[in-house]
T-cell receptor, first 115, second 113 residues
Framework: AQTVTQSQPEMSVQEAETVTLSCTYDTSESNYYLFWYKQPPSRQMILVIRQEAYKQQNATENRFSVNFQKAAKSFSLKISDSQLGDTAMYFC????????????FGQGTRLTINP | DVKVTQSSRYLVKRTGEKVFLECVQDMDHENMFWYRQDPGLGLRLIYFSYDVKMKEKGDIPEGYSVSREKKERFSLILESASTNQTSMYLCASLRTGNNSPLHFGNGTRLTVT
């Protein structure tokens, strides 16, 4: 079974700083998908970024980028020029491309951006 | 835009009550999921369904059942609510296909007293 681990329960940075959230996973699959979701205080889960394992190029979405290290099974999220609106819980998730398409989530990291 | 609607944002029930949590999606997604969210544990999968009347157990199905009579609706049932089922419950839907994102409802915070 796949597992996803987020080792940082909480992080706090100043506005405009860069912050990196870590995520590691365990799988025997060679192809899969990885996601970062954001959950602000409104509770609505929002997709931040996704990565396909067979793509070597790291995904980017505006201020959000990932560092995908397949051999190390690591998938960290970097937020550049952090904003107050980035304050949220962040969840890393794994999904197999075939079979039951269910997501396995990590424990979450609570990120606070301070003014 | 996909909309996943959970019928209640907050719910308070007594121990032993039968509880229904309803979820409806409007984009004809084949797959629907119920997750439970607890601090320090992240989201854990309770049950999922990949088609009408089809269901599969997730990682923590004990004490729960589900119903999917129509494609757009996926219900989570607590047959006899217990205090350890106090939690945030999140419904999600997913279109079958590579790299499709999961779409979530706003969650139901259930308190069992």
């Amino acid at each position: 079974a796949q597992t996803v681990t987020q080792s940082q329960p909480e992080m706090s940075v100043q506005e405009a700083e860069t912050v990196t959230l870590s995520c590691t996973y365990d799988t025997s699959e060679s192809n899969y998908y990885l996601f970062w979701y954001k959950q602000p205080p409104s509770r609505q889960m929002i997709l931040v970024i996704r990565q396909e394992a067979y793509k070597q190029q790291n995904a980017t979405e505006n201020r959000f980028s990932v560092n995908f290290q397949k051999a190390a099974k690591s998938f960290s999220l970097k937020i550049s020029d952090s904003q107050l609106g980035d304050t949220a819980m962040y969840f890393c998730a794994f999904m197999k491309p075939q079979g039951a398409q269910k997501l396995v989530f990590g424990q979450g990291t609570r990120l606070t951006i301070n003014p | 835009d996909v909309k996943v609607t959970q019928s209640s944002r907050y719910l308070v029930k007594r121990t032993g009550e039968k509880v229904f949590l309803e979820c409806v999606q409007d984009m004809d997604h084949e797959n629907m999921f119920w997750y439970r969210q607890d601090p320090g544990l992240g989201l854990r999968l309770i049950y999922f369904s990949y088609d009408v009347k089809m269901k599969e157990k997730g990682d923590i199905p004990e004490g729960y059942s589900v119903s999917r009579e129509k494609k757009e609706r996926f219900s989570l049932i607590l047959e006899s609510a217990s205090t350890n089922q106090t939690s945030m419950y999140l419904c999600a839907s997913l279109r079958t296909g590579n790299n499709s994102p999961l779409h979530f409802g706003n969650g139901t915070r259930l308190t069992v007293t």
